[in-house]
T-cell receptor, first 111, second 114 residues
Framework: NAGVTQTPKFQVLKTGQSMTLQCAQD?????MYWYRQDPGMGLRLIYY???????DKGEVPNGYNVSRLNKREFSLRLESAAPSQTSVYFC??????????FGPGTRLTVT | GQQLNQSPQSMFIQEGEDVSMNCTSS?????WLWYKQEPGEGPVLLIA???AGELTSNGRLTAQFGITRKDSFLNISASIPSDVGIYFC??????????????WGLGTSLAVNP
């Protein structure tokens, strides 16, 4: 029972490159979220999926797209990376009670 | 976006001391959660609170859901070096709906001197 897994753990991109961050959970939760964490800014919600087949914008969605592939998997895509997207990205899976369980994060640097 | 007021921002204490931190909100919440994040890791849920006045313990950690429903407190007793990390509060208001979105504090960074 791995909980929430994320890949890759680290990534360096050049400006304009694209990439997809993968997230999977094995807790049978309906809701999954993507956050970014920056120094002094706390956790900011990028996109969320309240259930399989639905996605919605969070607080900072610009420059990102998401896909809820199935109940287990929720991916985050950067189509054209920018230095402002340098951050640590966390995926979270949310229980019926609203408790959020986080993955280990992806540390992304855009040069 | 809306954020919680979490204080203190950082603490540097001696091993064995007790620690207190709190979060306040301008609006009423019906859930409070406390997380700990260690370097290079994701936040880990410590304690969840669902009722005003609720007091819940997890080992040396105790958290309370404020009676006004606008604040919450986390206490750590007899701190040890492995308590080092950033502690986050998060809350959810009555109007969060089915998406269960949380409002997050900016964290309290705790350092423990052995």
């Amino acid at each position: 029972n791995a909980g929430v897994t994320q890949t890759p753990k680290f990534q360096v991109l050049k400006t304009g490159q694209s990439m997809t961050l993968q997230c999977a959970q094995d807790m049978n939760h309906n809701s999954m979220y993507w956050y970014r964490q920056d120094p002094g800014m706390g956790l900011r919600l990028i996109y969320y999926s309240a259930s399989e087949g639905t996605t919605d914008k969070g607080e900072v969605p610009n420059g990102y797209n998401v896909s809820r592939l199935n109940k287990r998997e929720f991916s985050l895509r950067l189509e054209s990376a920018a230095p402002s997207q340098t951050s640590v990205y966390f995926c979270a899976s949310i229980s019926q009670g609203g408790e959020q369980y986080f993955g280990p994060g992806t540390r992304l640097t855009v040069t | 976006g809306q954020q919680l007021n979490q204080s203190p921002q950082s603490m540097f204490i001696q091993e064995g001391e007790d620690v207190s931190m709190n979060c306040t909100s301008s609006s009423i919440f019906n859930t409070w959660l406390w997380y700990k994040q260690e370097p290079g890791e994701g936040p880990v849920l410590l304690i969840a609170l669902y009722k005003a006045g609720e007091l819940t313990s997890n080992g040396r950690l105790t958290a309370q859901f404020g009676i006004t429903r606008k604040d919450s407190f986390l206490n750590i007793s007899a701190s040890i070096p492995s308590d080092v990390g950033i502690y986050f509060c998060a809350g959810r208001g009555r109007n969060a709906g089915n998406n269960r979105k949380l409002i997050w504090g900016l964290g309290t960074s705790l350092a423990v001197n052995p």
